[in-house]
């Protein structure tokens, strides 16, 4: 799959970045605003001189108008840690669902690194895949591509186990955008609260297809499950469609209503959907683009 | 039940094959279409889930099963054809077989001129009863055949080759007969009588009556003839009966003509079911064949649109009298307008193209070639066989009476070679009468004069009937084609055609077919007759009614009433199953 954007596009993904609903400490200098304060450009507030702090910052204007010595702290802007967790297990195999969901992380990306955000583009199926760091710079584009291109589906998907791999490693906290059709034997819910544990902010992007809500033919099947393999033969009657369709519902609307308790972003991104549409629509209503 | 295809063993087995195939077929295990999908989680879910099924979901595939049997059934059967059997022919069939009954199957197809109609269809009765023969026929698996028609009883078989069947099939066709005897087939296993059941018949209980039925309208000739003529210068009355048969009222024309000449040429609006009656009077003199023919738009039957009839009084009997006293029979003859007689002395006798010849007391030097009336002879004129001479009483004396003649004088005659066919009170032999192949005479033991025989009340009656016998060796009038038998011994039978038509001897009858309708020219001993064959009947030719019962007759591939043989409705009926089971299917209706 070639990850390409044309250039109109990538003009409006500049005038958006990730919202996150919480400041985080970055380790680099960048656009965004971080929880300490520091060597910023935005004032922030005073405090009393204390002996080795840094006469470049004494209020002197203070000192006259009220005799004492009082420090200019200012605001420090740092990068927003930005994690990207791509479901690449079997169940994403459908052409459309995997497209959808490299490009959304492809432009969730570009975004970042507009705003010098670090990115972490991290695979996962049973288990974490190999991380992608491409650096800080819109320049940087041009390598998440070439790293999402060769993104092959293969596995189960274990959000769990992914998760729970994800946190044994040392991070700073960030936002996360979990990428993903959550189709998880165990579910999705243990996985995304270890996530929610850690102090990351959480978003759910939850790409879904055709194939997945609603039965794809009628009659005496045999469905295949594409991460496990297993068969079972089916006589899918009108009836049995719709129950199907409604339990599908059902599960979407559990995973949207976990996400709410949790605060946890959602943002439904069907793959037959225009996908420009959904990042600069759907995105931004679920507040995760601004 | 019978079936038209093949044996009844081998239709059951072939049915009870196709139905279970079908049911096997339906419950076999396919392996079914292999779909990659992302998760079965939730189709796991959702099959786990306790559901209450419908009625309908439970037994769907029960009627799947039953809808597809019956498909097959319906194709089977409009393959094989199966007939209704009446009881009596199911239990012939159904009945053990016994040693001595043969495995034969009787084919007996009704040749009345009716089977000639022409059906909705297009096709006629008879083509329609010559199908099902051969499906009968080819079906009759490795029984003997016997084909038979009501007219000609039987024309092929037994055999076991179905080509010589066929070929008889491609051979026969109607042929009348309505009164020839039924063709009985010694050792028939079942009898499959094809008819329309224009003609009643008695027929045997264990007679499978098959019917080609089908209603036509019809305009035809049911009545032809001539009665014969009272007067001097009349030759009878030509009267003729016209019908229609259809159920709506019709235009006809009319049209008799004698000779070349038209006679009556109207045109009459029929009413459904009306007949008309015409009478046209005949002269002496003209021709003696008369043509009739009616001409109507719904006309289904061809043959009984034309009718003949012969003027029997049109030409008058050239008689010679050879007697030295003519005057005994001039007043006598003189009076019978039939009759143109010429007196003539024995001396001056010479055989001449004279219909009848009259030796008064004289026997001719040379025998006479035509008919001749001996009258009290010196002697007994020599026969060529004594076969010839007639047992009983011939026609001619069949409305004499002869003990209004006082008969004085009585000559003897040998009777080594003459059987004398009346006698006198005493029983002395009167007359003798002779009739074969070339050689036709009566002998009178009495003379005219010798016994005052010009006054008796019977004897003008005894000369007029003994001339017209021996100048007509057979009787005229119409018949209708079939079997036809004639007293007496004829030479030779001519059909409409100008071929001869061969004739059998019985006894003193002489038996012969006479199969299409028309003139037939009859001879014997040097006289002629004709004979007019009309195949118009108002038993024939009523096309719309059948005579078969309806309880009692199985349809022979065609519906009675529609024409439509009832395999296509099961062939229809299988198709319309088939597309409503595959709609239902496409559409998830019931899946």
């Known amino acids: ?290 | 039940m019978s079936f038209a295809a093949m044996a009844a063993w081998q239709a059951w087995l072939v049915i009870g094959v196709v139905v279970a195939a079908a049911a096997g077929l339906f419950l076999l295990k396919l392996k079914p279409p292999q779909i990659s999908i992302p998760s079965l989680t939730l189709w796991a879910r959702v099959l786990d889930e306790k559901r209450d099924r419908t009625l309908w979901e439970r037994i769907r595939k029960a009627v799947s099963l039953a809808i597809a049997i019956l498909i097959t059934l319906a194709l089977a059967l409009a393959i094989l054809r199966p007939l209704r059997t009446p009881p009596s022919v199911a239990n012939a069939l159904g009945a053990p077989r016994t040693p001595d009954q043969g495995r034969r199957t009787s084919i007996v197809i009704d040749s009345s001129w009716s089977m000639l109609a022409e059906t909705s269809s297009g096709q006629t009765r008879w083509d329609k009863a010559i199908a099902r023969a051969r499906s009968i026929a080819s079906g009759a698996g490795g029984e003997e055949v016997v084909l038979s028609t009501t007219a000609d009883g039987v024309v092929e078989g037994p055999t076991q080759d179905v080509a010589l069947i066929e070929a008889a099939l491609d051979r026969i066709s109607p042929s009348g007969g309505a009164d020839a005897a039924w063709p009985r087939v010694e050792g028939a296993r079942v009898t499959h009588f094809l008819t329309d059941g224009a003609i009643a018949r008695a027929l045997e209980p264990d007679v499978l009556v098959e019917s080609v039925f089908d209603a036509a309208p019809n305009v035809a000739i049911t009545a032809f003839d001539v009665r014969p003529g009272v007067t001097l210068d009349s030759a009878g009355q030509a009267f003729l009966d016209v019908a229609n048969y259809s159920p709506a009222a019709q235009d006809v024309r009319i049209t008799i003509a004698r000779g070349n000449a038209s006679v009556l040429d109207v045109k009459v609006t029929l009413a459904p079911g009306a007949a008309v009656q015409r009478i046209v009077p005949m002269t002496r003199g003209g021709d003696a064949r008369l043509r009739a023919h009616v001409s109507a738009t719904q006309n289904a039957l061809v043959i009984d649109d034309d009718a003949v009839a012969f003027v029997p009084g049109a030409q008058q009997i050239a008689v010679v009298i050879v007697s030295d006293k003519p005057e005994s029979f001039g007043p006598l003859l003189s009076q019978d307008p039939a009759v143109h007689a010429t007196f003539i002395s024995p001396a001056k006798y010479v055989p001449g193209p004279e219909d009848v010849a009259i030796f008064d007391r004289n026997l001719p030097a040379a025998p006479s070639r035509a008919p001749a009336l001996f009258i009290a002879p010196p002697k007994a004129p020599p026969v060529k066989t004594k076969s010839g001479s007639i047992a009983g009483a011939p026609g001619f004396l069949a409305n004499v009476d002869m003990a209004s003649m006082n008969f004085e004088t009585v000559h003897s005659y040998s009777t080594e070679d003459l059987v004398p066919v009346a006698f006198s009170e005493t029983h002395e032999p009167l007359v003798f009468a002779h009739e074969e192949g070339e050689q036709r005479f009566v002998l009178f033991a009495f003379g005219v004069n010798d016994s005052k025989l010009m006054f008796a009340p019977g004897f003008p009656s005894l000369i007029a009937s003994t001339i017209d016998w021996l100048a007509h060796p057979i009787a005229g009038g119409v018949r209708h084609p079939g079997p036809a038998s004639f007293s007496g011994a004829l030479a030779s039978l001519t059909g409409p055609d100008g071929k001869a038509v061969p004739v059998t001897q019985v006894g003193s009858m002489s038996v012969a077919s006479l199969a299409r309708p028309g003139f037939y020219q009859a001879t014997s001993g040097n006289a002629t007759s004709v004979i007019a064959v009309n195949a118009g009947d108002p038993e024939i030719s009523d096309l719309e009614h059948t005579r078969l019962a309806a309880a009692a007759r199985t349809d022979a591939g065609a519906s009675a009433s529609s024409g439509r043989p009832w395999w296509l409705l099961a062939l229809g009926g299988a198709l319309a199953l088939l597309a409503a089971e595959w709609w239902t299917w496409q559409r998830r209706v019931t899946v």
Request: net charge negative; aromatic share 10%.
């Open chain 1, 1 to 290: 799959m070639a990850l390409r954007f044309d250039d109109e596009f990538l003009k409006k993904l500049e005038y958006l970045h990730v919202v996150s609903k919480r400041a985080f400490a970055g380790q680099s200098r960048a656009d965004r605003l971080a929880p300490k304060r520091g060597a910023g450009m935005e004032f922030a507030d005073h405090r009393g001189y204390s002996p080795g702090d840094d006469f470049r910052h004494i209020d002197w204007k203070a000192y006259k108008r009220l005799g004492r010595l009082l420090l200019r702290l200012f605001d420090e802007e740092q990068d927003l840690p930005i994690y990207l967790l791509v479901d690449t297990s079997k169940s994403m195999a459908e052409t459309q669902k995997l497209d959808q969901a490299l490009r959304i992380t492809a432009a969730l990306c570009y975004i970042g690194l507009t705003h010098l955000d670090k990115i972490t583009i991290v695979p996962f199926g049973a288990k974490l895949g190999d991380e992608s760091t491409p650096g800080i710079g819109k320049g940087r584009i041009f390598r998440v591509f070439d790293t999402l291109e060769k993104v092959q589906a293969d596995g189960p998907t274990n959000l769990r186990a992914s998760f729970t791999e994800f946190a044994s490693r040392g991070r700073q906290r960030g936002l996360v955008a979990v990428i993903s059709d959550f189709l998880d034997v165990d579910g999705c819910e243990v996985g995304l609260k270890i996530l929610r544990t850690l102090g990351h902010d959480v978003f759910a992007v939850h790409v879904v297809s055709e194939a997945d809500r609603d039965a794809s033919s009628f009659g005496d099947v045999r469905f295949v499950d594409a991460e496990t393999g297993e068969r079972r033969d089916i006589e899918v009657t009108p009836r049995l469609a719709a129950a199907y369709h409604a339990a599908w519902q059902e599960h979407t609307d559990a995973i949207e209503k976990f996400c709410g308790r949790y605060d946890i972003g959602y943002v439904r991104a069907d793959a037959e959907r225009p996908f420009e549409e959904i990042i600069l629509q759907a995105f931004r209503q679920g507040r995760f683009l601004a």
